[in-house]
């Protein structure tokens, strides 16, 4: 499994996200709804006046299914992790499941409110809870038996080039090649 953050994502409409996740007519197929309201995540998202104003991403497995009640231990230990402190009460979240990729994807959107005092909540910020979720990740990758994108046997023994690796001076990169 891997954990992915859509950069940016919360800074227009939540209808539009929802229309990608479920359909435009709530008929995507291969999508279910897992918890949450999404017509009450859209609303509210769209009724906040803060720039991001919700946060999406989504748990990639490499698995095509996982049973159901492995998901739901899989989101609420995911949602303990990442909203420690909070109660389920105080925040927005909406699960959605995709297995129309030969994968199973469990995506969620959460509204950037704090529910009972109304103030901008930031779910996720990549400097300081990127090592959070990482270890989050292999913890459960761990407990699940599930795929894990670390192991040295999914390593590409080729790495393509590209802006990240690309050597700064032209020497190396003809060696490289």
């Not at 990608?20 to 007519?25: A, D, N, T």
């Not at 008929?27 to 946060?55: C, H, I, M, V």
């Not at 230990?77 to 109660?87: M, P, R, T, Y």
């Not at 192991?151 to 490289?176: I, S, W, Y």
């Amino acid at each position: 499994m891997i954990v992915k953050f859509f950069k940016n994502s919360g800074g227009g409409s939540a209808n539009a996200t929802m229309n990608y996740l479920l359909g435009k007519e709530n008929d995507r197929e291969g999508a279910r709804l897992l918890s949450g309201d999404p017509e009450l995540t859209k609303r509210l998202s769209d009724s906040l006046n803060f720039q991001n104003r919700y946060t999406v991403g989504v748990l990639s497995f490499e698995e095509v299914n996982l049973p159901d009640d492995d998901k739901r231990a899989i989101m609420e230990s995911f949602e303990s992790s990442l909203l420690a402190g909070l109660d389920k009460d105080q925040y927005n979240m909406t699960w959605i499941e995709h297995t129309d990729k030969e994968r199973l994807e469990l995506n969620f959107v959460i509204a950037n409110v704090e529910l009972t005092t109304g103030k901008r909540l930031q779910p996720y910020f990549d400097r300081v809870d990127r090592p959070l979720v990482e270890n989050w990740k292999q913890v459960t990758n761990h407990e699940y038996g599930l795929t894990d994108p670390h192991d040295p046997d999914k390593a590409q023994a080729v790495k393509t080039l590209n802006r990240q690796n690309l050597p700064k001076e032209v020497q190396q990169l003809k060696a490289q090649i």
